[in-house]
């Protein structure tokens, strides 16, 4: 508790205390009336000094219908009309609540805070005697040359130089497997080293670096409002002089019209009435539940590693019905493999050789992956003549033998029978001095959890998935009925994509969304048209920070179901603080104005339902077991 | 946009702030997060910022008195 905090608890405990004695010394002596009064005003001063002070001050500034008028105007109609204990008792429930609500706000913050403690402080470097210097990361140019030693924060994205450890990306990703690193291999700023000392050249400046930009974006994310916080921000614009003017007709408009019919005025009675509207007045439950829930949500998510850019991506998020997905480096790992090797007439490592060698110029994943297979050193002498036919594949002239990789579309361009092939994935045709040779099966893997993902989204209630691919319809059409989407487009250029959304875009009914998932990398037109754009392996890929509304650290297809559920969660707590703190408050303020209710129950409809309403919004921090 | 460290006490104030501070000549919007203490402002062009800052926090102090910024 900050100092202001004991202060608050150390007046409510004084004042409830001697509320204590008064109200047994009222119960069983017969004191003046006016000594009781004098004895009351001591807890009420000393409980509510503060506001009334504030109140006086906001008359001056012409600030009249904030709480501590109110408070004020209440309390004070409330000894006047001879009520100590419910006067003093308004204010001190009053002051519970405000304390109770600094208290809890104060720890969501901290809480917040350690969630998302990956600052790093200091970075290490290796001075001339070899001594190491903490310095000031900001201060470090890229290029520069750090050292971490295990239990440390990377403090800036670099690439290893010397060592081998194994870093945990928990604070990045939510993630806890730890990840080994070795010479050559990239680090990003927040991981923290667990085993070995590394020496690390940095890539970025610090304020670049992944741990600085994380931070930033969660730090903002709340900058963007939500519909239901404007509808908040409105709602206690309106309500609060809505209710004041209808206390000032409640204490006024039936005691006159009794009077015009000949009745008792009971001015008193209605006058009562009308200091428990103020009383019910404030609308602290909803304005401090609601900031208050989005902010939890953000945090929660934010620690397993799902950044969600502002609360607005949060209702987005919660009402996604239709998911589309790109499929290479989403739905499989983008990693290119050779599967199969069909061959005639020549040998399985030579029909390999040869197009190892042919394809040894190109810088494409299909290229690569033959050169993997392969797995020999390549004698650069034996090739010439290499001519790349884009859309077809590659010719060249391999240690004597006319070469061609390619598909279909190169075989038939070259006239050379060949024999299709039912294996998923894409093909490369090989012939050689003009004669058919077999063809190498290429394709990507499905990633672990991609089957899970999507049977976990239509559990969630998502109604539709749907999968986009620039790859070939057979591909695709494997892929698909391996992870169980309802959807396929394939043979897709980049605008197709766009087009394809648009036109999704239109199917979905109003009141939900569409969510886009791709890898960030070509996709930023895709991820901006769409409803909600979310990017997967966002760790150190700074494209897919900037495009996406919603930013998923590591490349588990999982973290999409995840990423719903939190947003649901979020909302329905939103929702459900709304529907109770605006029902209960009405609810009084009929009981109130017929007199059924009296104050005691127009504090419990203000601060209990405050109290409630923040335990509540709370819960948006837990998300691990969503 | 720049973005400044504030203090408030409450979630209402923070509102009745971020109206307070909008309000403020210069001053083309502004963004209370009561939540992370920050606030983003958006100044009109050519303006002193520290000066129109000065006024939005005198602006801010007739909502309430414990507001504070950092500028």
């Known amino acids: 508790m900050r100092r202001k905090q004991k202060k608050a608890l150390a007046r409510i405990i004084i004042a409830a205390a001697l509320m204590l004695v008064l109200g047994l010394l009222s119960h069983f002596t017969n004191i003046n009336e006016y000594v009781l009064f004098a004895l009351y005003m001591i807890p009420y001063l000393v409980v509510g000094y503060d506001v009334l002070w504030k109140a006086i001050k906001g008359i001056g500034r012409g600030q009249v219908f904030d709480e501590n008028f109110l408070m004020a105007i209440a309390t004070v109609g409330a000894i006047i009309l001879q009520e100590y204990t419910e006067g003093v008792a308004v204010m001190l429930f009053y002051q519970i609540g405000e304390l109770f609500q600094s208290i809890a706000v104060g720890k969501s913050r901290q809480n917040i805070a350690d969630l998302m403690d990956i600052r790093p402080d200091y970075a290490n470097v290796e001075a001339e005697d070899g001594s190491l210097v903490q310095v000031d990361p900001d201060t470090l140019e890229p290029g520069s040359v750090i050292v971490i030693q295990p239990g440390e924060k990377v403090p800036i994205d670099g690439v ?93 408009l039936p005691p006159v019209i009794r009077l015009l019919t000949g009745a008792d005025a009971l001015w008193s009675q209605w006058i009562y009435r009308a200091l428990t509207f103020l009383v019910i007045s404030c609308p602290c439950a909803i304005v401090v539940s609601v900031p208050l829930s989005f902010f939890g949500g953000i945090g929660g998510a934010s620690n397993a590693g799902i950044l969600i850019k502002g609360s607005n991506y949060m209702e987005t998020l919660a009402n996604v019905d239709t998911v589309v997905f790109d499929k290479t480096g989403t739905l499989t790992k983008g990693n290119f493999e050779v599967t199969g090797v069909h061959h005639s007439p020549l040998e399985e490592q030579e029909l390999l050789r040869l197009a190892a060698h042919t394809e040894s110029h190109s810088s494409h994943p299909i290229a690569k992956s033959i050169l993997k297979a392969y797995g020999k050193p390549l004698q650069p002498e034996l090739v010439s003549d290499v001519e790349e036919i884009g859309g077809h594949g590659i010719t060249a002239r391999v240690d004597g033998h006319e070469v061609a990789a390619g598909n279909d579309r190169l075989m038939n361009r070259l006239g050379i029978d060949f024999h299709d092939c039912h294996s998923i994935g894409t093909i490369v045709h090989m012939a050689v001095d003009g004669l058919y040779a077999g063809h190498i099966v290429i394709s990507d893997e499905l990633k672990e959890h991609s089957r899970e993902a999507i049977a976990g989204l239509k559990e969630a209630g998502i109604r539709k998935t749907v999968m986009l691919t620039g790859d070939n319809e057979a591909t695709a059409q494997g892929v698909a009925a391996e992870v169980g989407v309802d959807e396929v487009h394939a043979g897709l250029l980049p605008a197709d994509k766009v087009t394809i959304v648009e036109q999704l875009l239109e199917k979905t009914a109003k009141g939900e969304t569409l969510a886009f998932v791709g890898d960030g990398i070509n996709d930023a037109p895709v991820l901006s048209r769409a409803d909600l754009g979310i990017a997967m392996g966002g760790l150190g890929s700074d494209a897919a920070i900037e495009a996406a509304d919603v930013v998923l650290m590591d490349d588990d297809p999982l973290k999409i179901r995840k990423a719903v559920r939190i947003a649901r969660k979020c909302m329905r707590i939103v929702k459900t603080n709304i529907t109770f703190a605006i029902g209960v408050k009405l609810l009084c303020l009929v009981l109130g104005a017929v007199g059924i209710a009296n104050m005691w129950i127009a504090i419990f409809a203000d601060v209990g339902v405050m109290i409630l309403c923040v335990l509540n919004a709370i819960r948006c921090l837990f998300v691990r077991k969503l | 946009m720049k973005t400044y460290k504030i203090f408030v006490d409450c979630a209402n104030c923070a509102n009745k702030m971020e109206e307070a501070v909008k309000k403020t000549d210069g001053i083309a919007d502004a963004n209370v997060n009561f939540m992370a203490l920050k606030m983003n402002v958006e100044f009109e062009e050519g303006v002193d910022e520290k000066k129109v800052m000065k006024q939005a926090l005198k602006n801010a102090r007739k909502v309430d008195d414990d507001i504070e910024i950092d500028f």
Request: proline share 3%.
């Open chain 1, 160 to 252: 290893v130089t010397e060592g081998t450890s194994s870093l945990n990306n928990s604070a990045l990703t939510g993630e806890s497997l730890p990840v080994d690193v070795a010479p050559d291999s990239s680090v990003n700023s927040g991981a923290i080293n667990l085993s070995g000392v590394l020496k690390v050249r940095t890539t970025k400046a610090f304020g670049e670096s992944t741990a600085s930009r994380i931070l930033e974006l969660v730090e903002n994310a709340s900058s963007r409002k939500a519909k239901s916080e404007n509808f908040i921000t409105k709602f206690a614009k309106y309500y609060t002089p809505a209710v004041v003017a209808a206390a000032v007709l409640l204490a006024f």
